[in-house]
């Protein structure tokens, strides 16, 4: 009788126990994926690596080092010359930057970053398709840059945030305080 009363007592001991381990599990878990759900929905940048050819420039020594002032200039030409792009267009209200992170010879191919941001939840991001078409109308097809630009050769996808940070930061900016902005930028 009395072993009795004592399993049972250590039985709803156990019980509880288990009750709560699963409790605190599924406290746990509901808490991450409130967590993650919310840094999802709160994740307004989207970044876009890209590349274009342009024919009428021939490739220079000075290209290859991102600190030479031959880069610097061309790249920062060309950053001007994408955010006009952009700005005049129906992405304006979510253009955010450009940055040219490497230059390759053939004539001239320029590797570059986009970055966008929405300030509005739920508001979408512009797909490649979109980004592709306004630089092929505003951009490859302007009259205001002495650029001959490949129309064919633009080439853009969607990156992530830490595949952004990593490529940016593997280069000198040619714009001076301009990867201070990038690295405070959160990044998963
Ligand atoms: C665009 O991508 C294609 C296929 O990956 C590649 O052959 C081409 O060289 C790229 N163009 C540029 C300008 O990088
Ligand atoms: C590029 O180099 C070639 C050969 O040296 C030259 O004929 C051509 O004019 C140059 N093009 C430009 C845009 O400077
Ligand atoms: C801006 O867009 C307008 C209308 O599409 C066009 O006429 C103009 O040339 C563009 N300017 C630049 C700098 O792209
Ligand atoms: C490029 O510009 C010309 C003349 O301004 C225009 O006729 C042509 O449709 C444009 N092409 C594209 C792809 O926007």
């Given at each position: 009788m009395k072993s009795s009363v004592f399993w049972k007592i250590k039985l709803a001991s156990i019980i509880l126990i288990v009750f709560l381990v699963v409790a605190a599990a599924v406290i746990v878990t509901t808490v991450l994926l409130l967590g993650i759900k919310s840094s999802a929905s709160n994740s307004t940048i989207q970044y876009y690596d890209g590349s274009f050819r342009i024919l009428n420039l021939n490739y220079t020594n000075?290209?290859?080092?991102?600190?030479s002032s031959g880069y610097k200039l061309l790249a920062t030409q060309l950053q001007g010359l994408l955010t006009s792009t952009f700005e005049n267009s129906s992405l304006k209200s979510q253009y955010t930057k450009c940055e040219v992170i490497n230059l390759r010879p053939g004539s001239v191919i320029v590797d570059f970053v986009l970055q966008f941001t929405t300030t509005n939840q739920g508001t979408t991001f512009p797909t490649t398709d979109l980004v592709h078409k306004i630089f092929i109308e505003n951009?490859?097809?302007?009259?205001?840059?002495s650029f001959m630009v490949d129309a064919g050769s633009f080439n853009i996808s969607s990156i992530s945030g830490s595949d952004a940070y990593n490529l940016l930061n593997n280069v000198i900016s040619a714009t001076a305080g301009y990867n201070n902005e990038y690295s405070n930028t959160p990044h998963k």
């Open positions: 000075d290209y290859k080092d991102d600190s951009f490859a097809n302007s009259s205001w840059s």
